[in-house]
């Protein structure tokens, strides 16, 4: 097998993505159907046809159904393959690009709807700013091992911080307009950012 093709799953791991999928999809549509706040982890347990503990080893929180995918690995492997000649923020576009074009349409109908949600529910919104931290760490470190420098180097934070900036706003319009594509404005906010924020 080369180093460009990736493992076939198992049936025990694909069985695990299948369940994680089934949950979080009766999730959302419990919550849009009765409320967030109106929908318990027994009522989503017993639509996706499993126990609540169960449920709780795959989201360990109700939150965590709107903020959590499975994509952040994907995206990370896309970015680390990019060309050394391509600046950090090339990088990441093409990453973003590459890494969306292998979702499937519905599952970037449910990140868009999960954005939304996130930007509605309260509870929701102030656990996805606990969530953003974790993901500016995660950026910087990415990017310092491609310009050699230390993931706390403050040019580097700043770098991050200015990617979460752009992400935040791009879910911002996203979630007012819902006709939008998300990964277009995404990707409009980064090339916004590339150029230096001209307006």
Not at 189 to 196: F, N, Q, S, Y
């Amino acid at each position: 097998m080369s180093s460009t093709e990736t493992p076939k799953l198992g049936l025990r791991e694909r069985k695990k993505i299948k369940t994680r999928e089934t949950i979080q999809w009766h999730a959302i549509r419990l919550f849009k159907e009765q409320g967030y706040n109106e929908t318990t982890v027994e009522q989503i347990a017993e639509a996706a046809e499993v126990s609540p503990s169960t449920f709780f080893r795959y989201f360990p929180t109700k939150e965590s159904i709107i903020l959590e995918d499975d994509y952040d690995p994907l995206l990370i492997e896309i970015f680390q393959k990019q060309p050394p000649e391509l600046s950090p923020i090339q990088a990441l576009r093409s990453a973003v690009k590459s890494g969306f074009a292998k979702i499937p349409a519905e599952g970037r109908k449910a990140i868009q709807e999960r954005m939304q949600l996130s930007m509605t529910i309260p509870e929701v919104r102030a656990a996805s700013l606990n969530q953003l931290m974790n993901t500016l760490q995660m950026i910087a470190g990415l990017v310092s091992g491609r310009v050699g420098r230390k993931p706390d180097d403050p040019f580097v934070m700043n770098f991050a911080g200015a990617v979460i900036g752009a992400f935040m706003s791009a879910q911002a319009f996203a979630a007012n307009h819902p006709e939008a594509d998300y990964i277009e404005l995404f990707d409009q906010a980064l090339a916004h950012l590339e150029a230096g924020l001209p307006l």
